[in-house]
């Protein structure tokens, strides 16, 4: 008889989580949904699922990612509860939306701290077991906000570019040990996060970024309105990813995200630059400033070269 596969997914209280954590237990996996709101995320899980409370195949751990008690505690109960986890899911995950000069040094942090100090934590709990058990896969679920650097959403751009530096780096040391990792590179999905309430909003609509802000804004939701997917869409995707047997896999996950991997793979940097500029209707280099962009002999002034070349 086939082990039954263990998997642990964070953040399965809702959006791609919960859609995830359903499928998978719908295909046979023991599911072990890590969240904050264990009784509210189980009560979601068990509904959707028609789980009982004792069901042996769906577990509810306690997990803030903020908090490395809460981390290491986590990784004890998930430990005893299945041993070795046969795969990792890193779903969960906060945005935001402002400019740099507009978020707080306090959101940078506690987007680190969720996105990548807590997950890295965890990995480092989980990994003796697994290493032990000598198989795996890990699955760091990115955003095409991590393949480029997004005006208006910088630290969370930055923090999903981290994930994937910090995914690569990861797939190098375990791969002799049996552990795969997969990157899923993930487009736009109808769930909280691409809401005003499921973001943390620094923008000021009044002040030096006005401009920006009105233009983005309104392309932005009409953009989300057009591409979002059902979470269904992306919960198929990582119960294919985690039947994956490659050391390391870096994967789109819908269209829109797909569109942006192959033009960043084949477009200069400059003109990735110009392409996001003109599709968020941001003015051009200089227009809002003292120097106009006639003067610096560039109608926009991006380049990336070799600095001797
Ligand atoms: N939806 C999209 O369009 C999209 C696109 C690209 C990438 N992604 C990525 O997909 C992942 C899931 O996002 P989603 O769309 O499902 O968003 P969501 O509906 O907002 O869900 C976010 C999940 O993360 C959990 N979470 C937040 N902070 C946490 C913390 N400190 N400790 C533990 N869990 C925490 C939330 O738990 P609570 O219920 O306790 O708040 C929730 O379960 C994220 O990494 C996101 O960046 C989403």
Redesign the pocket.
Known sequence: MAETRSVVI??????????SAVLLYKRGWRVVG????VD??MQRLREATGADADDPRLIGVT?????PA?VAAAAKSITEAIGAPSALV??????AAGMVEEAPISLWE?MF???IF?PVALTKALLPSMRAADRGRIVL?????GVRGMPATAP?SAV?GALERWGEALAGEVTSFGIGVTILV?????????TDA??TDSRDFDGPYAAHHHTMDKRGRAA?KYA?KS?DR?ATALAKALDGKAAFVRRSVGAD?RMLLIMNRVLPGAWMHTMTRLMMGIPRFGALGGTPAATMGAPDASRESDIDG
């Open positions: 964070t953040g399965a209280s809702r959006g791609l989580g919960l859609a890590a969240m904050r709101s509210a995320g997990l803030d990612l903020t908090d809460s890193h779903n969960a995950g906060i945005s506690t701290a969720t996105n807590g679920v990115s955003s095409s906000s969370y999903k993930t487009g736009t999905h109808d769930t909280e996060i691409i499921g973001t989300m979002a979470p992306f995200a």
